[in-house]
């Protein structure tokens, strides 16, 4: 395309843009990661492009490279990676399509101050550059094409794309400071920023041509060289959520029998309990440092999607297509070391730092409980990782695993007694509750929707069986077992237990004539011990619970 042309932003961009140029919340070292690491990520893309394609080596140095233009009130970062053609220059540079970014739109609520949290929370791409531009501009020349672009925008609606001559492979960002940014002309204050964030890039950063930081990546260190800071600061940079802590890490390093080192990070929360939509997988894939796969889907399961990080072996071809990653062997044991060693954390963060594991439970529970479905050869691992509230103490805070019920479990007791509900206080004033807590057995309360689907699909643990303490079926330790019901021909009613002779049986059948269709039976209790009457499902039929969420999904 010859000479200037205009193109307006998505609708979300100039929303976004209008809240990062008028918002009073400005942080020249969000903006500086963002353009330091999108440069970053155009060089692993060029040096994977020059590993597989003979023609695309030139012998130059990947680098990026900051220039300030005093005079100017210029600040240019500059990297000789893939850079972009004009249609990538429209299409990366004016709508949304990638991650920090999106779940920032996302996560928006209107309010401002809510919002302008969040920047520091996602970090919001190439788009914060506008916190401390009022004009930026994007040389850029694609490695597949022999003529560059430059786009060009004040952040106000529109931008514009006109052809440049002569340029080097690659992409230049040039900032035209706002006046209270100009402190990043200063060349210490920005080498300083530049310094406490450019440990985790692994290409060359330079100024006035002295490379200021070390690239040896910090997941092929040894983990005694590390410090807290050092992971932290590793999670910032691949999450882009600069405020943020993990909630914990693991760093793997395997010689025997394959090689790899593996870098994996917990966030401290769940974006989809949040309600920011599924967390898409974060997990980076490199062979020998080289990046050939963002968002690796097929190393870990489904379930484990939150999780955030490196994983980079000698042993992985360069040039894999995701749909032959499965049947390669070394990916596939590194995916099955990798889980074991997951769990095996896991497990000792539940046993060693028990609090810790809860906030980690009450995050990520939700969708570990899913591989209890579709995990199954680590499904006794999660099963074992559950913890529920129970009637032992009333305390959530202090919930119970299964396997430390049953152990108090008296010895007649033959199944496990549970009682869902939405909220504690539902579940606790349930009158069914009331033999159980007299009789000093332990009941498990169900308070996440999910779990009485999930004790229906396990059905049993250690050889007992779950049971609602709504259901007919129950039974208590010392009571009768029920008759089974008796064999009954085709077509024929099965037999209700006699009513109680005198006043009360004829309460009983005054109860059932008014309640009609309504109930399947009204019978004498020998649960109730405070209250008057109770409900109890029929046996086969679903809890009360499970059918108010049944409907409520129905809906
Ligand atoms: P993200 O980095 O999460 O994809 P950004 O908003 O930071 O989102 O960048 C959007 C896209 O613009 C990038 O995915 C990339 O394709 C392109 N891009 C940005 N900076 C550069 C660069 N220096 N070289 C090549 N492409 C770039
Ligand atoms: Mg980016």
Redesign the pocket.
């Known amino acids: 395309a010859a000479g200037k042309e205009v193109y307006n932003f998505q609708a979300e961009i100039t929303r976004l843009l209008h809240l990062l140029a008028h918002s009073l919340y400005e942080s020249k070292e969000v903006a500086l990661r963002?353009?330091v690491?999108?440069?970053s990520?155009?060089l692993d893309?060029m040096r994977f492009v020059a590993l597989t394609d003979a023609s695309q080596r030139d012998g130059a140095t990947l680098e990026i490279e900051i220039r300030r233009n005093e005079e100017g009130g210029e600040l240019i970062?500059a990297?000789n990676?893939?850079?972009?053609t004009h249609d990538?220059m429209i299409a990366?540079?004016g709508t949304i399509a990638?991650?920090?970014?999106l779940e920032f739109l996302k996560g928006l609520t209107g309010d401002e101050k809510k919002d302008v949290s969040l920047i520091g929370q996602f970090g919001?791409?190439?788009?914060a550059s506008f916190m401390i531009a009022d004009k930026v501009r994007?040389r850029?020349r694609s490695y597949r094409e022999k003529a560059g672009h430059e786009w060009v925008s004040d952040g106000s609606g529109s931008f514009s794309i006109e052809p440049v001559e002569a340029m080097e492979r690659?992409?230049q960002?040039i900032l035209h400071l706002k006046e209270s940014a100009k402190e990043l002309l200063d060349e210490h204050r920005l080498k300083r920023i530049l310094k406490d964030y450019s440990g985790f890039v692994s290409h060359p950063i330079k100024m006035a041509d002295a490379q200021i930081n070390d690239v040896k990546p910090i997941w092929v260190e040894p983990r005694s060289q590390l410090t807290a800071e050092q992971y932290t600061g590793f999670y910032q940079h691949l999450t882009?959520r600069t405020n943020e802590e993990p909630m914990w890490h693991l760093h793997v390093s395997a010689d025997t029998p394959i090689q790899f080192h593996a870098l994996l990070y917990c966030p401290p929360s769940s974006i989809e309990r949040m309600g920011l939509g599924r967390s898409e997988h974060g997990l980076q894939l490199c062979t020998k440092r080289v990046l050939v796969q963002r968002e690796c889907r097929q190393l870990l399961p489904d379930y484990l999607r939150f999780l955030h990080g490196i994983v980079d072996s000698e042993d992985l071809p360069l040039n894999i297509s995701r749909e032959s990653l499965q049947d390669n062997t070394v990916f596939r044991k590194i995916g099955q070391v990798l889980l074991r060693k997951i769990f095996d954390k896991l497990e000792t963060i539940a046993e060693e730092q028990p609090e810790e594991f809860l906030k980690f439970w009450q995050q990520f529970g939700p969708l570990m409980k899913e591989g209890i479905a579709s995990d199954f050869e680590h499904r006794d691992r999660i099963i074992k990782l559950m913890r529920f509230a129970s009637s032992r103490n009333d305390d959530p805070r202090q919930p119970t695993t299964l396997a430390d019920y049953v152990e108090r479990m008296p010895e007649d007791q033959k199944q496990i007694y549970y009682a869902s509900g939405f909220t504690l206080d539902v579940v606790r004033n349930n009158p069914n509750l009331e033999v159980f807590k007299q009789r000093g057995l332990e009941v498990l309360y169900l308070l996440d929707p999910i779990d009485e689907f999930l004790v229906a699909t396990m059905m049993n643990y250690n050889d007992k069986p779950f049971v609602s303490i709504d259901a007919a079926n129950v039974e208590l330790p010392g009571d009768e077992p029920k008759p089974a019901d008796e064999p009954k021909a085709d077509g024929e009613e099965p037999s209700k237990p006699a009513k109680p002779e005198g006043n009360f049986g004829k309460v009983l059948t005054l109860f059932e004539e008014i309640l009609g269709e309504r109930v399947k039976e009204v019978r004498e209790s020998k649960r109730l011990t405070d209250s008057p009457c109770c409900l109890v499902n029929p046996e086969g039929g679903v809890s009360s619970h499970l059918e108010k969420l049944m409907k409520m999904a129905n809906q």
Do not use: R
């Not at 990676?81 to 972009?84: A, E, S």
């Not at 919001?124 to 788009?127: E, T």
């Open positions: 963002e353009l690491s999108n440069a990520d155009a893309k970062i990297d990676g893939v850079g972009m990538e990366n540079l990638k991650s920090g970014s919001v791409g190439f788009y994007v850029s690659g992409t960002v882009h």
